[in-house]
Every structure is written in structure tokens, then in C-alpha cells.
């Protein structure tokens, strides 16, 4: 993928940073984030007819891998423009960039993402080449640009113990992408962790009424883990760095 194809973006949205999208400091929270990125990611897929379409052939997307870099939190009021594009496929994952600048073109946030295409009934995985546009997902793209896969320590420690509740759930009758995030930002603000980056990758699928067992484990120089099971099955990684 050539630096000109990585520096233009292929769908954008404006959107305005609502009081009750903020934390009690006035900027967005995470899960507020994840949702605005979600958001941008949906329309686009839709405007090009590889989004909900796909629902009745029988797939879904599933969000694999992310990261996502705050170089300044957008606060309340602020309006800020969503961008994304297609970053080409990596073996079974499709890859999308998101960035978000404030009013005056400055960049706020940057994020990478890799996604899976499953059989809705089988839960397979299927190749995203069938489904994705040529022109907007080169079939052979750079591994550099996969978010990469997180290695936990060794020893953690019990943090929030959580039930997945309705409001959890996405259309899948699975836990949504970033009601994950919301747990990381609350986990996070418990132990005092304030942080500007954050990698999560996705392990597996948690429905209504599991109990997810959060652990924690910070690495004493500035990096934070934190990990969540259900039972003995892991449903998430993540790293959370300053």
C-alpha cells in the first residue's frame, strides 16, 4: 500500500460531543469513543454494501483486534470529524484506520482495527476477499499494519468481577466491542491508571448472564495489563500504556 493510498480516508462523519457521551471531567469517555468509531465504521461498511447486507447472506463482522492512540480527549461541545478507510486484508483480517480531528484539522485520535468475517451459524471464519471492494481493500496488505497480539504476564491479580447484562449485548446476542472498553476504563479508573493508549485484542464471544472475572497486572514501567475470563475461557486481552 503506497504512502498515498495510507494518507487518504475513504468515508467521514461530523459529530458533536454530548454531556452524556463525557466523564465527570468533561472529555469523552472510552467506551463513548469506541462507540463513535463503531459508528463511522458501520456507515461506511453500509454506504458500500458490505455492512448490514451481509446479515442476510448469513455473515457478520467481528472486531478481532484494536488500537487506539488519544493524542488530546475530545471534551464536551467539541466538534470533531470521524475519519476511516480500508487498510487491505492480512491473511483472514481485514484491516480498517480510523483518525478524529478537532475543529481546527488537528489530529486527536488515531486507531487501527483488524477484523474477522464469520458464518453466523458456524462461527467460522470466511474469507474477506468475497465481500470486500477491491478498490477499498487491497488483498495483499503489510502485516505492519496489524495491531498486534497482546502476551500477558505471568502473574495477575482479581480486579472487578462483572455480569454481562442486556445493555451488554450487540445484534448478535453477544457482548458489544466496547462494552469491553467501558470495563477497561472502570477497572482502569479503580486502580488509579491513567492512560493514552490502549490494545485490546478479542478471544471469544461472552453472552447474557456470564460472570466475567477481571485481572490486572501492571509491569512497573508504565505498562498495564488486564485480562477477562469467564470461567476458564478468556474473553479479551488488553494493554494499557501512558
Given amino acids: 500500500?503506497?504512502?498515498?493510498?495510507?494518507?487518504?480516508?475513504?468515508?467521514?462523519?461530523?459529530?458533536e460531543i454530548m454531556s452524556f457521551q463525557v466523564n465527570g471531567e468533561g472529555f469523552l469517555r472510552w467506551a463513548s469513543?469506541?462507540?463513535?468509531?463503531?459508528e463511522v465504521a458501520w456507515q461506511h461498511a453500509d454506504s458500500a454494501a458490505f455492512g448490514q447486507e451481509l446479515f442476510a447472506k448469513g455473515l457478520m463482522w467481528v472486531l478481532s483486534r484494536f488500537q487506539i492512540k488519544v493524542h488530546h480527549m475530545p471534551a464536551w461541545g467539541d466538534k470533531v470529524i470521524v475519519k476511516t478507510a480500508g487498510r487491505g486484508i492480512y491473511n483472514l483480517f481485514a484491516l480498517r484506520e480510523f483518525e478524529i480531528l478537532g475543529e481546527k484539522g488537528q489530529v486527536l485520535v488515531t486507531a487501527m482495527s483488524a477484523w474477522l468475517l464469520l458464518d453466523i451459524?458456524?462461527?467460522?471464519?470466511?474469507?474477506p476477499s468475497q465481500v470486500l471492494p477491491k478498490d477499498l481493500f487491497n488483498p495483499n496488505s503489510d502485516d505492519k499494519l496489524l495491531p498486534k497480539k497482546i502476551i500477558l504476564p505471568n502473574e495477575m491479580e482479581p480486579g472487578l468481577r462483572l455480569m454481562v447484562l442486556p445493555s451488554d449485548l450487540d445484534m448478535n446476542k453477544h457482548v458489544?466491542?466496547?462494552s469491553y472498553l467501558r470495563w477497561i476504563e472502570d477497572q482502569g479508573n479503580m486502580k488509579g491508571i491513567q492512560f493514552s493508549e490502549l490494545h485490546i485484542n478479542y478471544l471469544a464471544e461472552a453472552m447474557l448472564r456470564d460472570k466475567m472475572q477481571l485481572m490486572t497486572a501492571n509491569s512497573g514501567d508504565g505498562l498495564f495489563f488486564m485480562a477477562g475470563y469467564v470461567g476458564e475461557k478468556q474473553a479479551f486481552s488488553a494493554q494499557l500504556l501512558p
Fill in 176 to 178: 458489544n466491542n466496547v
Fill in 121 to 127: 451459524n458456524s462461527k467460522r471464519p470466511q474469507r
Fill in 1 to 15: 500500500m503506497t504512502a498515498q493510498e495510507l494518507n487518504t480516508f475513504h468515508f467521514q462523519q461530523t459529530f
Fill in 33 to 38: 469513543l469506541g462507540d463513535l468509531l463503531q
